[in-house]
């Protein structure tokens, strides 16, 4: 790739390349900041210069946006060099700094902070953008999380961009909704207490396996702060959207979903995509699956709502009061509706939603509409019925069923045939057949990272994903299982690993080509790395947010376990998101805690019963624990004190 630059362009990189290279000979750091803030110094629009003639994948999300993009990168690799921001210096200078350094490469993968995705998307015309998680993060800096899918949507409205996007994250797929170029990846979802409201309508997500128990009685709208004795001035529609199951002219089951497409015997084969084209079936209008791409009720103006609040009539946003002010709060339970709006945010104090209205299809008495797939607007159910084909009240676990083409959740996928003399194989490895067979369609079980959810109040639900991972294999479009032999712990990476053989296959990268070039990658700028010290094995862990330290848990051995807490710029300074972290997993450990803020682990500790050693440093720690393994938990600023008394380990 050779794309002529402006001479200020050229300046500019020659400066950023020799700062970065001058911050690593003197040991200040790997160079991947200040080259980039110098360069754009120099050329603002040094960015979208050195992206110019590249195509350019973009990794997002609150977390595994590191290790996702390292692994992106390896399978990538099949196609030659690619750049990338491997250090994990994610916003504008980090990107400027890789591209500068990595000179004239066809390819680049680029972990992109949450935050500056519109501003990235703008500078490097990515063909790709993986959407990963959403989750609390940084309390004191970050948005909120509905903000942050809304920001999201937002950016991604109109934009023609492939997207690999999270299907088991209620977030992620309505940030995506709008979008028809979506590849959906079964990447699981273990923190789920950032997604139990639905971002469309406000209205409860229901989880396989989850039990959401219901009111005994639910309050009238004259009940409400601020409405007493007032109607809506607009309510929900009268029947099931048009194009889903029950509405007018539609079959039974309503519209099919998309499926993965079968290759028949003999086919030519899907590799290499067309030309700027998916290897996959596109989801445009006509085969898009009715999970969000309809607007549900959220998406009709608020109560009140008026265009010159700030935002478009017909849109959902906080300036017009839809969503979690105006929707019913958790099935009738009187939760965010009961509180003050956002009144910076153009929401009028005190104006929540009828968190007493309920849904008659729920068994409850009052106004409301049947949830889609459910043709019965449920009048006079009995409390707890399931009306005949529809939804189960709240506290049962069945979702609505799937319109499908097929019938049941198992889709029949394509046997191995012979291949035409010179085609490239699918589904093979050097001359070994990847074993096929049916696989799953929606997910892996009740109370699964990737168990099945909608919600109860609109179309809102989680689209059939085209990628999925079963046990130690990622399951591609086609059916075809390829095995990835990882040496980076826990489920949560073989959920990595199928997003990135995903992004990889939107290049024309076969997966079973890319597939063991994941086992290539054994930690990522410390992360999961193992240093052998003073007779202790020690792995290191990083965790930011609640959701991380979740996943932490579950890679960690049942072994002695340092954890470390600083509250810094890089961490954020407001520490009260550890009571949102269960630490229950470390019950019989030796638990020892460190870190500027180890004071404040001690007190979320004891709130769990969970007995503990204080260290005040790392060397402390390997001499209060024995021979043998020691798993390290820390977030960021620790993870990287931890990292500097080991060499800077990668």
Sequence with gaps: MTTRKPLRAKLATSVSKGAAALSRA???????????????????????????????????????????TRLATAAMGVLG???????????????????????????????TDEHYLPQVLDATQPRVVALLNLSRDQLDRAKEVAMMAQLWRDTLRGRHVRLVANADDPMVVWAAAESNQVTWVAAGQRWHDDSW??????????????????????????????????????????????????APGMPPGGQAWPEAPAQAPGAPSAWPPPPGGSPWAPQGAAGAAP?????????????????????????????????YNQQPGYAGQPGYPAQPGYPAQGDYPGQGG????????????????????????????????????????????TPPARPSALTGSTLIMPAIEPHAAGEPTLGTTGQTPVDVGPQPLADSGPNAPDADWYC??????????????????????????????????????RANAATALAVAAEFGVPPAEAAPRLAEVASIAGRYAQVERDGRVVRLLLAKNPAGWLEAFDMADPAPTLLSINARDPD??????????????????????????????????????????????FAQALASVPPGRLEVIANYSAFQDIRAELNRVN
């Design 291 to 323: 999970n969000s791409a309809q607007p549900g009720y959220g998406a009709q103006p608020g109560y009140g709502a008026q265009p010159d609040h700030g935002t478009q009539p017909g849109q959902p946003g906080y300036d017009q009061h839809a969503g």
């Design 81 to 111: 060099s690619v750049a990338t921001n491997s250090y994990g210096a994610n916003m504008p200078t980090g990107h400027t700094s890789a591209l500068a350094k990595a000179g004239d490469t066809p390819y680049a993968v680029l972990e």
């Design 456 to 493: 109860t109040n609109c179309s809102l639900r989680r689209p059939t994903p085209q990628w999925s991972v079963d046990n130690d294999a990622v399951v591609d479009p086609r059916g075809y299982r390829h095995r990835v032999r990882l040496q980076l712990p826990g489920r949560v990476n």
């Design 197 to 246: 409201v639905c971002p469309e309508c406000g209205g409860a997500i229901a989880r396989a396996g989850v039990t959401m128990a219901a009111p005994a009685s639910a309050p009238t709208p004259e009940s409400v702060p601020g409405r007493s004795g007032q109607g809506p001035q607009a309510g929900p529609p009268a029947g099931p959207p048009a194009g889903y199951p029950g």
């Design 26 to 68: 003197t040991g200040r750091g790997d160079g991947s900041v200040i080259g980039g803030r110098l360069g754009l110094m120099i050329d603002p629009n040094l960015l979208a210069h050195l992206a110019n003639g590249r195509q350019i994948a973009l990794i997002s999300g609150t977390n595994g946006k590191t290790t996702t």
């Design 572 to 617: 954020g300074l407001d520490t009260s998101w550890l009571f949102d972290v269960d630490f229950s997993p470390l019950a019989g450990r030796h638990v020892l805690i460190s870190g500027d803020r180890a004071f404040d682990l001690a007190v979320r500790l004891e709130v769990n019963g969970l007995s503990f050693t204080h260290v005040r440093s």
């Design 354 to 397: 009828y968190p007493g209205q309920g849904y008659p299809d729920q068994g409850y008495q009052g106004q409301g509409q049947a949830h889609p797939g459910n043709p019965s607007p449920g009048a006079g159910q009995a409390p707890g019925a399931t009306p005949p084909g529809g939804v189960p009240p709240h506290g049962g676990t």
